[in-house]
Structure formats: C-alpha cells, structure tokens
C-alpha cells in the first residue's frame, strides 16, 4: 500500500510503520477511556441515582462488549489505519465509510475537547488548595502547553506516544486501585465507605431514571473501540488487537466497578452526581494528603492519556479519509522521518483546542457521546454484511467471535435503549445534531465522492463478496 | 468496466472543502445553543407532599407537608424556611459527608432540591427515532449502490 500525497500521486512507499504491540493496543483503549471513570460517568448519578447507575453500567458494558467482539473480529481481518472506516469501506460502501470516519474523528476530537477543559480546571483546583485566589488562576496557558506537547509527542512517532500513553494510564489505574484498598482495609484513613448510609439502594427516579442514565453510562467505556486505529501500526495485528481490546475491555469493567464503589459509599448521591472529578472528591472526603495528592495525579494522567490517545485515534481516522480522497488529499501524507500522519495531526489539534476554550463542554460532549453511538449502530450492520459477504472459512480471520448474530442483535437493542435515553437528556438538540451528518453526506454524496478512485476502495487480498 | 478517473481537485478546493467540514461542525455545536434546544430540565422538589405557587412579585414559593418553604426569586436568588438536615430527609451520614465536602446546609439544601421531570414528547421522540432509522436506511442504500460501482471495478463485471 501507498500514500498519496497533496498532488494525487503515489511517489513513495512510505507507510505508517509496524511497531506496536498488545500493551501499546491496551494503552490506546484504555488510556482514551480511563477518564470516564475520573470524571463524566458520575452525571449518570445525577440522571438516576446510584444505584441507577451502576444498572447502567452493567448494562453499557453489555455494549460494549458486544462492540469489542464484533471489532475483534473484523479489525483482526481487516488491518488498515481508519479502524471502522476501513472496514465501512469493504463491508459496506464508501457513504457508509465517510460517515463512520466523521464519527471517529468527531467523537475523538470533542472528548479530547473535554479532557483539555477537565485538565485545566484540575490545574485551578490544584492552584487554589496550594493558596492562589479563587478565580485569579488563568489555566489556558498550562492547557496550550500540555496539548502542545501531546501533539509534539505525536507527530514524532506512535511507539513512543503509545509508550508514555501506557505509563500514565498504569499509574491512574493504580491510583483507584490504592484509593479502594485505603477505605476497604483503614490505610491512609479512618473513613469507612458507608453505602447504606449514603441511601445507595434507591432509586429517586425509578426505573425511567435508569433508563436517562445509560445517557453517561456510555462515558464509562466511550472510546475503546479506539484501539482498532491502531489496525496499520501493530506487530502482529491477529493476536495484538483482540488481546490489547478484550484485556482493555476487562480492565475498563474493573475500574468502573471499583470507582463506582468507593464513589457510591463516600459521597451523597446527589453533590456525586454533579462532582467534576468524584474520585478526587471521594479521595478528599478521605481527609488523607496522600491520597488527595495520588488522585489528583491520577485525574491529571487519566486527563492527558485521553487526550493523547483521541490525537491519535482523531489524526488516523481523518488522515485514512484524506488517503482515500474522501477528504482533502492533502491530510493524506505520511512524515519522512517518524512515519506519521503529521499533517492530520496538526490540523485537528487547534480545532480540540478551540472546542476547549470556547466552552462549549456540554454541546461538545454531547456531540461526543451521538458521534459514538451511531458508530456502534453501524457494528451490527457491519457485522452482518461481514459474515453475508464473506461467510467463515472463505477468507482468513485473525479472530471469530462466538454467538453470531446474538451480540449483533444485543448491540442494536442497547444502541435503540441508548438513543432514547440521550433523547431524554437532550431532546430535540439530538435532532439538530444528526442534521450535521444528513448535511455532510449529501455533501459527499453530491460534491466529493467524485474525487474517489472507485476499486482503490477495495484494498484487502479477498475473494470477491458473495451477491456482488 | 472502465476505469472511472477522478478529477484532480486544486490546492483551493481542498482548502474550501476543509474549512466547509469545519464550519459545518461549529453550526452543529451552536445553533441548538443558540436555538435554546434542550432535554429534560431540573425543577424544584422537596421530599413530602409538595406544592409550588407563585407570588405577586413572582417568586416561586414551593412548599412540603413538613413546613419546608424553598423561594426562588425573579432574579434566581433562593432561600428557605425551615430549613433543617431533617426536613432534606439527610441521614447523620449524609451530613457528615456534605460538611467535609465544605458544603453547609443552605448550599447542600440548593443541590438537594432540585430533581429531573423527565416528561417528554412522544412526537418529539418519535421524530427522533424516525429520523435516525431513516438516515441509517439512506446511507446503507446509497452506500450499497456505490459499493457495486468498487466491486464492478475492482473484480471486473460479473460476478
């Protein structure tokens, strides 16, 4: 395979290069998510209660298990930058492509947006306990600098972004692990969790409040499907994606089990479900520095790996569009030196950056959180045409998930459940949003599938589908 | 078949296309600001049989079967009557933990009584739901049609 430069020509073979492995795939997935545990997941308090929302969460990670094993399938088969554009483009068509990447890039893009914004409150946070005037700390300088440095990281290559990625998503994950074992064993602190004196076991808005809360259950697990962007880039991709998205998947179970837990049993249900960062609170309820200091370091991380992990993600989906001409060629081109796609890379970082500073976190998150559920609506189509186009054993799987078409059928149910649930909390500004994406792919479909080379669509050493 | 060959597009025009995706998606984020669109909206609640009356001068006074009064005037200013740990329906637990969070009782009293009324438009679901269907039934349409012109080239015609 090679890339096509701003001119439309093929002059060199320089490809992203293969050096990845299942840490670095475990890294990306995790590293992109973890934040949802440190903030974000807790508005599903807010929507129904407690104990609404560990129902939510049981019930989201139904969903995103079923995406990881349909995206462990077909990512293990189809090994190409873009992740689920990519394989839009062989199981379903090129629309269908062009609207999974504007997902992708979308998605990444606003939920690094939020992780920027978290970022710099937890810089005030931090600033204000060390004695500065409430108010008087400006976080945007400290903001520009950790982006700037996240995008450098990127452009100089992915085995070292994903490295550093994997080292501070540990250590976050770490940080919730000491912060559960402190209150269950009296280490650090005297603070019992207290969950039945909390009121944990009620649910203030019955059964329609679990039903709003899958809203940001979905922030528990949003983004691990990230981990097949890095299809092109990894050693062995039949044995490291699975592995990197189904390890990924059971850490993500774990955290969110352990978060809610120790959440659920040190703060009233309703300061936690409007908390900014809740196991930084829960670990200042604790009364232990330690842990105060260990937490806010572990939202810092969990804050930084996201955004690390969405440039790359945001940077690989927008830069296979380009590479198709389903975009401007020009985002298409690969760096000489460190194997990149630099170009993507710098034109998304001050786009995230603005979203940021404009303050627009709740439209960005919202945006965030449709983008990604029509991703997953599409997996059970993709699925289907998958299996329909070429049946098992016709061509080589890295991976074949068991069941068919059972997680499909679950999948399509929970995204339904899940539409209705982000209708609750946000009405008819979902309708205004999907407008975006009808606009945009009349817009393809009209003015830029013109420029797309028809059979260069079609890059996997298959046999031809079966019906075509 | 024969080989379709794209048209080249101009330095210009990659550059127009760029920014159109960006303008796009800045509209997307701020016109349902600007609309005002919304979802399910908090309200006042108290614990209790609740009753909510409006004033002459237009304060909201709602009140409980427990004699907790919460007022919120025109300009957004809120007090209580009555107010007590107890009347929020606080467990010793609860206030424990409010306190350490530096938060007193009229600061928690402002969080603790305000709920979600998640009453809704069937239309407006309905519309929803109708719109999404139809966008994902488009695109696996049209997509399909576009597929067939990749394999026709790709594999040749025929099948």
Known sequence: MTDITANGEKPSSINLVKVLGPTHVWA????????GEFMGWNYSVEKGGALGSIIACWIIGLLYTCVAMIDSEVTSTVAAAGGQYTQAKHTTGPLMAF??????????????AADIFVFGDLIRIASESL??????????????????????????GVFMALSVNFLITAVAFFSIIVLVVAYQFGIFTAEPLQHEGLGMGSLPYGWMGVLASFQFGIWYYLGIEGTCQAAEEVRSCGRSLPLGTMTGMITLLIAAALTWYVCAGSLPWEYLGTALAPLYDSARVSGSTVLIVLLWVGTVFSALASANGCINDAARAWFSMGRDRYLPQFFAAVHPKYRTPYRAIIFLIPIAASFGFLQLLAPTITFSILSGLLGYTFMPINMFRFRGKWPLNTIKRGYIHPFHPIPSLVLLALCAATYIAVFLGFGTQLLAMMVFYIVASVWFVLFRYKYVQRGDQFTMAWPRPKGY | MAKYQPRKQSGVGQAFDAIFLLVLVFLALLVPLEMELAGAAKGDWLPGEMKVETATDGTIVVSNDKGLIKRTAPDGTISFENLTWEALEQTPVMQAQWGK??????????AITLRYDYSFSWGGLIATLAAIAGYFAFLVWQSDREYRQVIAEKFGNGS
């Open chain 2, 101 to 110: 969070l530096d938060m007193d009782l009229e600061t928690a009293a402002a």
């Open chain 1, 28 to 35: 990306l997935g995790v590293g992109i998510v973890l934040v």
């Open chain 1, 99 to 112: 609207n999974v990447g504007l997902y992708l890039v979308l998605a990444y893009t606003m939920l690094e």
């Open chain 1, 131 to 156: 004695g500065a005037e409430a108010g008087m700390v400006d976080a945007r300088p400290f903001v520009l600098l950790a982006v700037s440095a996240l995008a450098f990281l990127n452009y100089r």
